[in-house]
């Protein structure tokens, strides 16, 4: 009996990666899905209705993670995505900069980067992680050129680091989606 059980369990644990990795036909479905989803969002934008392009882009995002999750989980790769590796920034948190020093926004070092003119009707506000940067403030004059001058981490491809006052926001470039926030350190 006791072999028995030893041989399940073995089994099992031999099964369980096989079952965790995406199968070609897969991939192939996701690829698809996510050409799907995009004649989808260039019809609703021919037609022009505002709340079928938003469902639409939503659907064509939702088809390109699942893509990726299945080709990461094909090729084995267990790395974190940048995307998951939120640490304490979630509020502007305690993360260190490039050099180990701790950011302005904890009373660290905090740059002069010249004076901050808001987009036409734009104002102050706290921005928290999660949250979608309006597209007025994506301009390249927002852009935090060298990040790392600032003690500010590389942005990863696709997301781009943006001045908004005296914060460095780090959202994704396709949607504004904040996915980082340094807060005070400019003046």
């Not at 969002?41 to 938003?54: F, S, Y």
């Not at 990461?72 to 998951?84: E, I, M």
């Amino acid at each position: 009996m006791r072999n028995f059980i030893l041989a399940t369990v073995a089994l099992a644990s031999l099964a369980m990666p096989l079952a965790a990795q995406a199968y070609p036909g897969e991939i192939r479905d996701d690829q698809r899905d996510v050409q799907r989803q995009t004649r989808q969002l260039n019809e609703a934008r021919r037609d022009g209705d505002p709340r079928a392009i938003r469902e639409e882009r939503r659907d064509v995002v939702g088809a390109r993670r699942e893509l990726r999750e299945d080709v990461r989980d094909r090729r084995g790769d267990d790395r974190r995505d940048w995307r998951d590796g939120r640490g304490d920034d979630r509020r502007g948190g305690d993360w260190r900069g490039h050099d180990g020093r701790p950011g302005g926004w904890e009373g660290g070092r905090r740059y002069n980067a010249g004076r901050y003119y808001y987009p036409r009707g734009g104002s102050y506000r706290a921005w928290n992680v999660g949250g979608f940067l309006p597209r007025s403030y994506w301009g390249e004059r927002y852009w935090v050129g060298r990040p790392v001058a600032y003690g500010l981490p590389y942005a990863a491809r696709g997301t781009r680091w943006i001045r908004v006052g005296p914060d460095a926001l780090l959202i994704r470039s396709y949607d504004g989606s904040v996915v980082r926030v340094a807060r005070g350190i400019f003046y």
